[in-house]
């Protein structure tokens, strides 16, 4: 696998197709987005890292301000900009309850989340995906994007099984947002 790494050393989705950069998810003020697991731009830890590389793949806790008064919903979307795809590989999308300003460790997981917290389908399968990038290829960013929306994402039960760039693209007004990075290279 390592070699396959350094074959695609250079191919990354890149920042650009992020959601973040998405022009319907702009917003005019920003949330601040962390974590008691890792700092900005720091190191994830193994434990939120996937199993089939030593992981644990549970969800780091996160934590957030609350948005403004008219937040009806908020859209969690994790992201690796530095796959070696097209876009960049979605690692969660989750719709929160408004009144919710965090989540403890592993509350993104598709068996068990958290009260308030609703998981959608993410690149495989539903829930937190942790970091597993290719033997070789470097240093990933795993991109965290809290999203305040002023209204619900329209589409009821049939978001549960809709891709996410759909779940991105039907995304009204943004409120607020913010955004936290982490960094995962596998050894």
């Given at each position: 696998?390592a070699v396959l790494?350094?074959l695609?050393?250079?191919r990354r989705?890149?920042e650009?197709?992020l959601?973040w950069n998405?022009?319907?998810?702009?917003?005019?003020e920003?949330?601040?987005l962390?974590s008691?697991?890792?700092?900005?731009?720091a190191?994830i830890?193994i434990?939120?890292a996937?199993?089939?590389?030593g992981?644990?793949?549970?969800s780091p806790?996160?934590?957030?301000?609350?948005?403004p008064a008219r937040?009806?919903?908020?859209l969690?979307?994790v992201?690796d900009?530095?796959?070696?795809?097209?876009?960049?590989?979605?690692h969660c999308v989750?719709?929160l309850?408004?009144?919710?300003?965090?989540?403890?460790?592993?509350?993104l997981d598709p068996?068990n989340?958290?009260?308030?917290v609703?998981?959608l389908?993410?690149?495989?399968?539903?829930?937190?995906?942790?970091?597993?990038?290719?033997k070789g290829h470097?240093?990933?960013r795993?991109?965290?994007q809290?999203?305040?929306l002023?209204?619900p994402?329209?589409?009821g039960?049939t978001?549960?099984?809709a891709?996410?760039?759909?779940v991105?693209a039907?995304?009204?007004?943004v409120?607020?947002?913010?955004r936290?990075?982490?960094?995962?290279e596998?050894?």
């Open positions: 696998m790494g350094k695609l050393k250079n989705a890149g650009a197709r959601a998405a022009p319907n998810l702009a917003g005019p920003t949330l601040a962390h008691p697991d890792f700092a900005d731009g190191t830890p434990a939120y996937a199993k089939r590389v992981g644990q793949d549970i806790a996160l934590n957030w301000s609350a948005g937040t009806a919903e908020l969690l979307v992201e900009p530095d796959a070696p795809t097209a876009a960049p590989f979605v989750a719709l309850d408004p009144a919710v300003t965090g989540v403890g460790a592993g509350a068996k989340p958290a009260e308030g609703r998981l389908r993410s690149g495989i399968g539903r829930g937190y995906q942790g970091p597993a990038p290719i470097g240093p990933h795993y991109v965290f809290l999203f305040a002023a209204k994402i329209p589409g039960d978001l549960d099984s891709r996410p760039r759909d991105l039907a995304a009204g007004e409120l607020a947002r913010g936290l990075d982490g960094r995962y596998r050894p």
